[in-house]
């Protein structure tokens, strides 16, 4: 019993770093139309930002996740000003172009840190028992991050000016235009809040992944994987599969195998898409 306690909790840790990388990638698309390839690499990036700032240079843990969230912020309105907007009428062009992009960042990572991992002590050894589960403070930091980060998403979304503008030009940018929103404004929040919470995902799962210059490779796999299942354009459905992918991908782990665990996975992608192509919180709004 201890052990499914134990691997519960591990779940939800899993869940809630998912969650904010595959809203963040929702967040891009549903707004700009554009699959970011380099998403993983925000994420890596953001981890990285801990390396230098806390393990490095010895700056408090919360500040240096705080800098790690908005520096990866601005990389995206780079990138949303420098290839995104110019490519907007030809998304295949966007998606080279962010593929380009992450080359770009890891060989920029590789050449600043080398290619071994960052090494990221702990910012607390506290722990908390549940049930005769262990929760480290490291682990829980992420926990309530994500919650009250896409908490104050959901509130933003649904109860600002600029929230609504997101959401209508997810629906329909040419009728949003129309409407005097500017679809280059709304790019810019979209991309910017999508890649900071690529980043404070990273920094805050730095000290417990050992980040290397190629960790984003698998993140985006994931992030796929979830966006896919919980239907494509769904920041409801990106949670709920984000929770749903961690929960099955940690308890086939711990009693099976990591690599029956990614099969696993990509089997629940093929499931969802043969009962229901749309995902299974697929919707006309994307946002």
Not at 77 to 100: Q, T
Not at 161 to 179: P, T, Y
Request: hydrophobic share 60%.
């Amino acid at each position: 019993m201890d052990l499914l306690w134990q691997t519960a909790v591990n779940a939800t840790y899993a869940a809630s770093y998912m969650a904010l990388i595959a809203v963040g990638l929702v967040m891009i698309f549903g707004v700009m139309g554009v699959i970011n390839f380099a998403h993983g690499e925000l994420y890596m990036v953001g981890a990285y930002c801990v390396v230098y700032l806390y393990a490095q240079e010895h700056f408090p843990f919360l500040l240096a996740v705080a800098a790690g969230m908005v520096f990866v912020g601005v990389v995206g309105l780079f990138m949303e000003r420098a290839m995104f907007r110019p490519l907007r009428d030809n998304p295949l062009g966007g998606l080279i172009a962010s593929i380009g992009f992450l080359l770009i960042l890891q060989t920029l990572v590789v050449f600043g840190f080398g290619r071994r991992m960052g090494h990221v002590p702990p910012s607390t050894q506290g722990k908390l028992e549940i049930f005769g589960a262990i929760l480290t403070y490291q682990r829980l930091y992420v926990i309530v991050a994500a919650v009250l980060l896409l908490t104050a998403l959901w509130v933003f979304l649904k109860r600002s000016k600029f929230g609504w503008a997101l959401r209508a030009c997810a629906q329909d940018a040419e009728a949003a235009s129309l409407q005097g929103i500017s679809m280059n404004q709304t790019a810019r929040i979209a991309m910017f809040i999508g890649a900071a919470l690529a980043g404070v995902a990273g920094a805050l799962t730095a000290p417990l992944v050992s980040p290397t210059p190629y960790i984003g490779h698998s993140i985006i796999v994931t992030a796929f994987i979830i966006i896919i299942v919980g239907g494509v354009g769904s920041l409801e459905g990106a949670v709920i599969a984000a929770v749903l992918y961690a929960f099955v991908h940690t308890f086939v782990t711990t009693f099976f195998d990591g690599v029956i665990a990614n099969i696993v996975g990509l089997a629940l992608m093929l499931a969802v898409l043969v009962v229901r192509p749309t995902g299974l919180f697929g919707a006309k709004e994307r946002v």
